[in-house]
């Protein structure tokens, strides 16, 4: 059999439950046509590059999928006729990654960084870099402030 990667992206308006309903409603349909879901993973609501339909967030949800071509083609019907499915997108795959996907690594990398530090953070930044000058006496400043007939107090 083939190896199959799908992701989808559901409207912003609809909850988390009921996304897990679509995917597993998506299993099931899978399963009917004699293909089985490898690995399944909810990336969250997210926003999206550009506006579809309206909508300027989505839930992405990802299936790795081990089945036939004529599965896949009924799911992509499927998810075509479903009006809570904005986007889809399947490829195949020569095999299915072990593991949690890139974007769910760079999701679990974020939380544990936590706050960033250096100059992000004000009340880490230097108050007086003492390598300039205060704005005020820079030499070439009053003379051009004169030059173009303002006065400078």
Do not use: C
């Not at 960033?116 to 000058?133: A, Q």
Request: no cysteine; charged share 40%.
């Amino acid at each position: 059999m083939s190896l199959f990667e799908t992701v989808f992206i559901a409207r912003q308006d609809i909850s988390s439950a009921q996304v897990d309903a679509l995917t597993a409603q998506f299993t099931e349909i899978l399963g009917q046509q004699g293909a089985k879901v490898a690995k399944n993973e909810y990336w969250g609501l997210r926003n999206l590059a550009f506006r579809i339909r309206k909508n300027r967030k989505g839930h992405y949800v990802m299936l790795s999928i081990d089945g036939p071509a004529p599965a896949i083609v009924e799911l992509e019907r499927n998810m075509r006729i479903n009006e809570d499915i904005i986007r889809y997108m399947t490829v195949r795959v020569e095999k299915i990654e072990e593991g949690p996907s890139i974007v769910m690594q760079n999701k679990n990398n974020r939380e544990e960084r936590g706050r960033r530090g250096g100059f992000g953070d004000r009340d880490d930044r230097p108050r007086d870099r003492g390598d300039r000058p205060d704005r005020g006496d820079r030499p070439d400043r009053g003379d051009r402030d004169r030059d173009r007939g303002e006065i400078r107090t």
